[in-house]
Structure formats: C-alpha cells, structure tokens
C-alpha cells in the first residue's frame, strides 16, 4: 500500500508540471498576439507632432542691426528644421517613403539617415513653411520639428565689412561682434537704463541710399582696375560717424564661410604705404601748427618759414589718434589688420617728412585730415550710434564722451590755412570742394618673391573751410615681375568722383535732418528665407507708398514727418532741400504741381513740440 501511495504521488507532479507548462505556452500564444493588435492599434492613433528649441533658446535670439534711416542690415529669423528620434520609430521604412516625397529627397538616402544607429538623427534643415505644415499635419510618431533663429543679412554684400557676420550666436567681426562686447558692457554696468537679457537693437550710422552711390562708384573703379583691391569711405568729419563704406572685393555675410581670409579682410583698418602728397600735408600740419603756438599768427602756408619740431609732432600724431589701434567695431575676424609683408622704411621717399608716419591705414588717415580740415576739432571714427531698447523704443547714444570731441587738435586758423594747402592739391571745380590724388609705388619682397605693390589714394572734402564730409578712396594692387598693370588716369578717377560728391552731399544733408525723426517700423515675425518661402519676398513699406502715388506730380507732405514726406518724395526726379527740423509745414512746389526732372523740392520744417519722438531727445544730445 505503501508503495503504491508514492507512485499516485510521482504521477500528480508529473500531471501538475505538464499543465503548468500548458498554461504557460497558452499565456505565451495570446499574449503575443494581444501584443501584435495593439501594435496595429498604437501605429493607427494619430501623435501629435513635438517641437523643439534644439540649437538656440529664444530668449538668447539677437537683435536687429539697423541703419541710421532703420532700414534692417541684419535680422534673426526663425528656421524650422526636422529629425527623427530612432527609439520612437516602429517603421522606418514607411517614414523615410513619406517624407522623401515631402521634402524631395531620395527616399534611400532619407532611411540610411534614419538608421544610422543614433539617437537623434537630422533629416533636413531650414524646411519651406509648406514643407512644416504639411509635415506637422501628418502626426508621424518619432518625427520631430526643431526651431531655432538664424542671422540673416538682407543687403547681401552691402556695406559687408562693416556689418560682419555672426554664427551661432556669436559675432565673428564688424558691428556683429562690437554688438556682443556692447552687452557683455551693458551687463556689469549698475546704471544701465535696461534689462540687458532683452533683444537690444542696435543702431548704426551708415545710410544704405548713401552707400549705394559709393558702391556704384567702387564699380566704376572695378572696370578700370579689376585687379586692384578697392576701398571707398565717406565720413561725417563733424561726429566721425562712416556714413558709406564699400570694398571690393565683397563677400555675402549669409555665405562668409565660402570666402578666403584674404576676402573678408577688411581694407578699411589695414595699413597701407602714404603716398609722397599725403605726408607732406600732415607734416606742414605739425609745422604750421608749431609755428602758432610760438608766434600765436599762421602765415601762408607758401611763404612761412616753417622749421620742424620733432615734440611738438609727436605731440601731434599722438592727438590725431594715429597709430592707435583701430576700434574693436571696424574689426572683421582676429588677425586681419596685422601686416604678412615687410614695407620700406622712411629713406625709400625723397624729402625730408620728419616723423610724418610712413604707413597709416585708410581709417587713420580719414581721422586724421577729417580733424585738421573740420577747423581742428578732434574726431573719433564711428560706425555705432545707439543702443535701442526693444521694450522702451528708447536710443541710448553710444558716444556720451561729447566733451572729449570739442578738444581742438589745432588751432582753428591752422586749420584754415591748411584749407588752402589742400585746395592748392585740387582740381578746379566749382562745387566748393577739394579732391587730390597720389600714388606710392614701392618694391616689396615676400619670402624669396621680389614684387610691386601700388597704393593709390585719391581724396576728398566738402566744404573746403569748415569741412563737413571727407571722402576717401584706395586702391592697391600688387604686381608680379613681368605682368601688365592697366592705368587709372588721375583725372578720371576725380571726375566721377566729383560727379558723384552733389548727390551724397545731399544725402548726407537729408540723413542728418532724418536722424531726429527716425523710428524703427512694427516688427513683423518672418521665417529664414528660403526658396518657396512667401515671407522672403515681402513688399517692403516703400514699395506699398510709392504705389499709391502718381507720378510726376507733387504729393501733399504738410504735416507729416521728414521720414514719410521723403517716402513719397524717393521716386521723383527732384532735389530735395530741408531746412529746420521737427514736421513739414511748408513745401515747394505746391501739392498737385507737375515735376519735372530735376527740379528742386524745398521742405520747410519746424518742431511740434506736443509730438515729440519718443527718443529723438536721446539722440541729439
């Protein structure tokens, strides 16, 4: 019985490890396929589409850089780009069909990308707006839109190596850099009139319609001298503000990576040779003015005796600023003003030039002889004008040093003698200014390379007493043993300078009176542009005035703004002349008149003082 017991107990466990096994393969058989129908049902439920701020958080976005008449030299826009987080993807195949039709990529190479084995994985950058909705609105699980903000610069090469470029959020040179070294001020700064973690506008004092002119003539000079490297500077020699930079050659900031080093240097802050005409104006500069501290009177300058004084033009040089580092706001990337070539020293000129400096660069000498010409106050070269708080719309001038500008370099008859020096150089003209031209041609060798390089400097002032404008150009080539240089007649290069000179003395007039009125425009979102994006093709604010305007005839501009009177005015052929500043209270012609070609337009202006600007206080002081 014993025996028999034992065995109906073998019997049970086997009976019991058989069923346990039974119920586990029938767990194991429904489960799995409970598993596959609810994989069908998750593929099937519609995800909602994530965003993300994956590069560049939007509180850290850059502010816009404008110039003097805000017209946009560099943005942030938004750019919307697409990956895929390969743990969330179930089908890759099935993605990689559906979005290689939407965003016209081979549907191959779209799923090697995905399945590359990491963990997040980029598909496509800086999408069209249709490709984003389109995207958005098929809800595919692991998909993922990424936005971030990107420089854009909407005048393309214009005025290039003054703007710079940026990267990442950082500025690499020009006024994008200076824009950061400005924050990083403003942040340690206690008294600072603004958050500072806002977008900050940043104001400049180049006027775009000025530079367009001294873009056209840079080309001018390009037929003539397509080998030559070429600078064209205009400067308010009354603030030191540029109001016109061009170079050739240029580069497109939105591209700069594409471009040598050699390209994105900027000439305006590299030393050059001086031409024998230039150091002998500024040593008479340091003679005459010796000579009126000891005599306390200024003789012609053809007839004094005028013996050197070695101090007294340090003393000089050292006032002008010449020799000093150029400002941190003209640097484009770290490195490109030092020097790569070894120059002559002073005894490759004939004529004794004391300690007149033998190289200068073409902002140093624009500094220079604008400060002795402007009856000898002492400038400082600028291109940024004012900090524009985004909340506020308050301009907060940058030069606040005013004081240290009324220091007279010279005196004021010293400057007016020099005056007539500098009109002695000229050629006859009857615009009431000064233009002269010179060249240095010197013999350079580089490693074992013997060559030439040929630095040409034609300059020029408006009016001749009490200068207001000065203008600089510079044209340097180098050239190889053997090679053929085309010539650049002097009189050539004077007379379309002097042809262009009315039109900018203009420009200049009206862009001072504009700088009292002047207010950004409503800010408007706007996506990257793109190929296929409708926001890069906005009509800008102009072309919307002008269409509602006949032409050929005067509109009525009594009571508005300089600002928007000159709108209506841009597409007429007229010279247009303001006088006061504040509103238009008067014009010439009347309303309805016909206008002919050049005629001229007088705008009277008087101040409402009830209708301030809500900074134009801020920048006048």
């Not at 120059?343 to 000498?365: E, K, Q, R």
């Not at 005196?411 to 009109?423: D, G, N």
């Not at 379309?496 to 009292?516: N, S, Y």
Request: hydrophobic share 40%.
């Amino acid at each position: 019985m014993v025996r028999r017991s034992g065995v109906r107990k073998t019997r049970r466990r086997k009976y019991g490890l058989a069923l346990f096994w039974l119920l586990l393969l029938g767990v194991a058989f429904f489960g799995g396929r409970w598993l596959v129908v609810f994989s069908d049902l998750v593929k099937k439920i519609p995800f909602p589409l994530q965003e993300d701020s994956l590069e560049l958080a939007t509180d850290l976005v850059r502010g816009t850089i404008f110039d003097r008449n805000y017209k946009e030299l560099a943005v942030s826009l938004e750019r919307v780009s697409v990956y895929v987080r390969t743990r969330e993807i179930t089908s890759p195949e099935d993605i990689a069909s559906r979005l290689a039709v939407i965003l016209d990529r081979d549907q191959e190479a779209l799923l090697d990308i995905i399945n590359n084995g990491g963990l997040r994985n980029w598909l496509a950058r800086n999408i069209t707006q249709e490709q984003e909705e389109t995207i958005r609105n098929l809800h595919l699980r692991g998909v993922y839109l990424a936005k971030d903000y990107s420089r854009f610069y909407p005048q393309q090469e214009s005025a290039a190596h003054i703007v710079g470029f940026a990267a990442d959020g950082l500025g690499l040179g020009g006024a994008e850099s200076y824009y950061d070294w400005l924050l990083s001020q403003f942040s340690v700064d206690k008294e600072r009139p603004f958050d500072c973690d806002a977008r900050q506008h940043l104001l400049l004092t180049l006027d775009m319609k000025l530079q367009q002119i001294v873009e056209d003539l840079v080309a001018q000079f390009c037929v003539q001298r397509p080998e030559a490297k070429i600078g064209f500077y205009v400067m308010d020699s009354v603030s030191g503000a540029i109001v016109g930079a061009a170079q050739h050659p240029s580069f497109n900031p939105n591209e700069y990576r594409l471009y040598d080093q050699d390209v994105l240097e900027s000439l305006l802050v590299k030393p050059m040779v001086l031409p024998k005409l230039f150091r002998s104006f500024l040593r008479t500069a340091s003679q005459l003015e010796g000579q009126f501290e000891r005599q306390k009177k200024v003789l012609p300058w053809s007839l004094a005796f005028l013996p050197h004084n070695l101090g007294g033009e340090l003393q000089l040089w050292q006032a002008l600023g010449v020799g000093n580092e150029p400002s941190r706001e003209f640097m484009i990337a770290p490195g490109t003003a030092s020097l790569s070539e070894t120059y002559p020293d002073a005894s490759s000129f004939d004529g004794d030039f004391g300690t007149v400096p033998v190289m200068l660069s073409p902002l140093g000498l624009l500094n220079a002889l604008g400060s002795l010409l402007n009856g000898g106050t002492v400038i400082t070269a600028h291109v940024a004008d004012a900090v524009i708080d985004p909340e506020s719309g308050v301009a907060y001038p940058l030069q606040k040093n005013r004081a240290a500008r009324e220091k007279k370099v010279v005196a004021r008859q010293v400057s007016s003698e020099l005056a007539h020096l500098a009109r002695s150089y000229s050629v006859a003209n009857n615009l009431g200014a000064v233009c002269w031209q010179d060249e240095a041609a010197i013999s350079m060798k580089k490693g074992q390379q013997h060559y030439s390089t040929r630095n040409e400097l034609l300059f020029g002032a408006f009016p001749v007493f009490g200068t207001e404008l000065v203008m600089l150009l510079t044209l340097q080539s180098t050239v190889l043993p053997g090679a053929v240089v085309n010539e650049s007649p002097a009189v050539k290069a004077q007379t379309l300078f002097l042809q262009a000179l009315p039109r900018m003395v203009a420009l200049q007039q009206v862009g001072k009176g504009l700088q009292t009125v002047a207010e950004p425009d409503q800010e408007q979102v706007r996506n990257f542009p793109r190929v296929g994006r409708d926001a890069g093709n906005r009509e800008t604010p102009d072309e919307e005035m002008s269409e509602r305007i006949s032409p050929g005839f005067m509109p009525n501009i009594v009571g508005l703004s300089l600002r928007k009177g000159l709108r209506l005015l841009q597409e007429r052929r007229c010279e247009v002349r303001v006088y006061g500043t504040g509103r238009i209270v008067a014009q010439e012609p009347a309303a309805g008149a016909m206008l002919g070609d050049d005629v001229k337009c007088i705008l009277r202006l008087e101040r409402d003082n009830g209708a301030e600007n809500l900074f134009s206080e801020q920048v006048e002081h």
